[in-house]
């Protein structure tokens, strides 16, 4: 079992940017989500995904930030224009319907903005 | 959902057993005790989760006071590896976890 896959592991970007971060989930689950983690407001969670569709993005801190699951395998979050703010690591997580509150998680892209 | 409340931070030595405590005394009926921890530079990882019995896997064992009121997270034999954060998170057990909230958690530091 792969897991949940994340790219990039680490990025670097000039303030301005844009940010693309992917996510590949675990094969048959059927909820994805973003997590953001920062030493001053820890674990959030950002917007999440039900087959495809997304379901709560109230996490979604402003217009900049955006989301799209095109198909069940395959996430992207993005960061238009980034800011230095935003430097965090962001975490992608899936499950399946049946396992409550049981989700896996990725490794995290760790995203600096300079 | 219910408020928890952990300690900031426990020590541990190689081998003993780590009892990681959690109050939730606001608890509903209906809400399971779930426990993840997240180890430096890796993703949250889920542990244990149970309702009002006491739980056990490969990994630890989950023991939930009968009023409910608090929990106690076992690590039977903690090795350098379970140097973690622990989260204790109280939440219905819906069909999936949809706004799964971390709080602060518990820094584990197991010592040599």
């Given at each position: 079992?792969?897991g949940?896959?994340?790219?990039?592991?680490?990025e670097v970007t000039?303030?301005?940017?844009?940010?693309?971060?992917r996510?590949?989930?675990?094969?048959?689950h059927?909820?994805l989500?973003w997590?953001?983690?920062t030493?001053?407001?820890?674990?959030e969670?950002?917007?999440?995904f039900?087959?495809?569709?997304?379901i709560?993005?109230s996490?979604m801190?402003?217009?900049?930030?955006?989301?799209?699951?095109?198909?069940?395998?395959?996430?992207?979050?993005?960061?238009?224009?980034?800011e230095?703010r935003d430097?965090?690591?962001y975490f992608?997580a899936?499950?399946?319907?049946s396992?409550?509150?049981?989700?896996?998680?990725?490794?995290?892209?760790?995203?600096?903005?300079v | 959902?219910a408020k928890?409340?952990?300690?900031?931070?426990?020590d541990?030595?190689e081998?003993?057993a780590?009892?990681l405590?959690c109050?939730?005394?606001?608890i509903?009926?209906n809400?399971?005790?779930y426990w993840?921890?997240q180890?430096?530079?890796?993703?949250?990882?889920?542990i244990i989760?149970?309702?009002?019995n006491?739980?056990?896997?490969?990994?630890?064992?989950?023991i939930?006071?009968?009023?409910?009121?608090s929990s106690t997270?076992?690590?039977?034999?903690?090795?350098?590896?379970d140097t973690?954060?622990?989260?204790?998170?109280?939440r219905?057990?819906e069909?999936?976890?949809?706004?799964?909230?971390?709080?602060e958690?518990?820094q584990?530091?197991?010592?040599?």
């Open positions: 079992d792969a949940v896959i994340q790219s990039p592991r680490h000039e303030m301005g940017q844009e940010v693309t971060l996510c590949k989930p675990i094969s048959g059927d909820y989500f997590y953001r983690q030493m001053m407001r820890g674990l969670l950002l917007i999440y039900n087959n495809n569709v997304p709560d993005d996490g801190p402003e217009d900049r930030f955006s989301a799209k699951m095109p198909n069940a395998s395959f996430s992207t979050l993005k960061i238009q224009p980034s230095p430097s965090a690591v992608c899936s499950s399946f319907w396992s409550g509150n049981t989700i896996y998680f990725g490794e995290g892209s760790w995203l600096t903005v | 959902d928890t409340t952990q300690p900031p931070s426990m541990c030595a081998g003993r780590a009892n405590p109050n939730h005394s606001t509903s009926g809400e399971y005790v993840y921890r180890i430096h530079s890796q993703g949250p990882q889920y989760h149970g309702l009002k006491n739980e056990t896997n490969e990994m630890a064992s989950l939930i006071t009968e009023d409910r009121k997270l076992i690590l039977p034999h903690a090795t350098l590896r973690a954060v622990y989260y204790c998170i109280v219905v057990r069909t999936s976890g949809s706004r799964l909230t971390f709080g958690g518990t584990l530091t197991v010592n040599p």
